[in-house]
């Protein structure tokens, strides 16, 4: 069993910063790729981000490139994801989660264990 505990959200103006955590625990996910999610209200659970096992691969939405850094630390257990010039339309609950299985990064099924999430909001 893996448990996955994310932190870091809040209440930001917009072109605000915030950095959310995801520290996992229970059994390393060091040999797994990691990803972020997000699910506003009255809409469904989409794909932020993703990073692979180690470290060197990273993927995103488009509506984030430029904007969001995914990142690890396997030593800590710990995934990142710093983001940057916020926007109102990126108020959600973000979710992190381990990708244990074949498939597509941005598909959740390929993901077997997530957090309880982390509310974000973003003021205009």
């Known amino acids: 069993q893996v448990q996955l505990v994310e932190s870091g959200g809040g209440l930001v103006q917009a072109g605000g910063s915030l950095r959310l955590s995801c520290a996992a625990s229970?059994?390393?996910?060091?040999?797994?790729?990691m990803g972020w999610f997000r699910q506003a209200p009255g809409k469904e659970r989409e794909f932020v981000a993703a990073?692979?096992?180690?470290?060197?691969?990273?993927y995103y939405t488009d509506s984030v490139k430029g904007r969001f850094t995914i990142s690890r630390d396997n030593a800590k257990n710990t995934v990142y994801l710093q983001m940057n010039s916020l926007k109102p339309e990126d108020t959600a609950v973000y979710y992190c989660?381990?990708?244990?299985?074949?498939?597509?990064?941005?598909?959740?099924?390929?993901?077997?264990?997530w957090g309880q999430g982390t509310q974000v909001t973003v003021s205009s």
């Open positions: 229970g059994r390393t996910i060091s040999g797994y790729s």
């Open positions: 990073i692979s096992w180690s470290g060197a691969t990273t």
């Open positions: 989660a381990r990708k244990g299985r074949g498939g597509g990064s941005a598909q959740t099924e390929t993901y077997d264990y």
